[in-house]
Structure formats: structure tokens, C-alpha cells
């Protein structure tokens, strides 16, 4: 069994800058793709980023591609999400998920998701 446990998330203006962490338990996340996510009020899920197992490239949303980088390491079970130039329409609860599969942007492909972590931008 896999828990995710998302921090980060707070309450920032436009233009500021966060960073989330998800923490992994109860097994090693090394060996599996991680993604983030978000959903904002009365919306969708939607996929935000997600990198492979190594630590690679990772792939982005077009909406946030240029402003968010997700990084991982393995040493410390953790994966990373640095936000910056963050929009209000960034305002969602972000979520990180292990890929069962690949690095993946459906949502489909992830078998564990953290509780999430909110984060408001202020215009």
C-alpha cells in the first residue's frame, strides 16, 4: 500500500511563486512514474505534470509549461512541484499520483493519489 502526502500549498498573489512536495510511504516510489494534478472549483481534474521513474524530462500541461517545473528524488521517496509566475487561475487543490504504468497525462493511469493541498492566487 502506497500513501501520498502533499505540503506546500498556500495562499500567494500573482506573480508569486510555490512549492509543493509529495512525500511516499509504505513502498518505494522509485520504481513507478509520477504525475500531479489539480482540480478547481467545479471543475475537472486535469493533468498538470508528470516525470518518469529516472527523473527525466518531464512532460507539462500547455498551461503551465514555462512556469512550473516537476522534479523528483529518489533518495527521499519525494517528487516536486516548483510553481512560479502563478496565475489565479493556478487556484486549484494539486495533487500528486503514482503512474501504474507510464509517465501518463490521464488520470486513468494512476492507481495512488494523495489527499491533495490547496492553492489560491490572489489577483
Known amino acids: 500500500q502506497v500513501q501520498l502526502v502533499e505540503s506546500g500549498g498556500g495562499l500567494v498573489q500573482a506573480g508569486g511563486s510555490l512549492r509543493l512536495s509529495c512525500v511516499g510511504s509504505?513502498?518505494?516510489?522509485?520504481?513507478?512514474?509520477m504525475g500531479w494534478f489539480r482540480q478547481a472549483p467545479g471543475k475537472e481534474r486535469e493533468f498538470v505534470a508528470s516525470?518518469?521513474?529516472?527523473?527525466?524530462?518531464?512532460i507539462y500541461a500547455d498551461s503551465v509549461k514555462g512556469r512550473f517545473t516537476m522534479s523528483r528524488d529518489n533518495t527521499k521517496n519525494t517528487v516536486n512541484l516548483q510553481m512560479y509566475t502563478l496565475k489565479p487561475e493556478d487556484t486549484a487543490v494539486y495533487y500528486c499520483?503514482?503512474?501504474?504504468?507510464?509517465?501518463?497525462?490521464?488520470?486513468?493511469?494512476?492507481?495512488?493519489w494523495g489527499q491533495g493541498t490547496q492553492v489560491t492566487v490572489s489577483s
Open positions: 499520483a503514482r503512474s501504474s504504468r507510464f509517465m501518463s497525462r490521464s488520470d486513468y493511469d494512476y492507481d495512488y
Open positions: 509504505g513502498s518505494s516510489l522509485s520504481n513507478s512514474p
Open positions: 516525470i518518469s521513474r529516472w527523473g527525466g524530462t518531464p
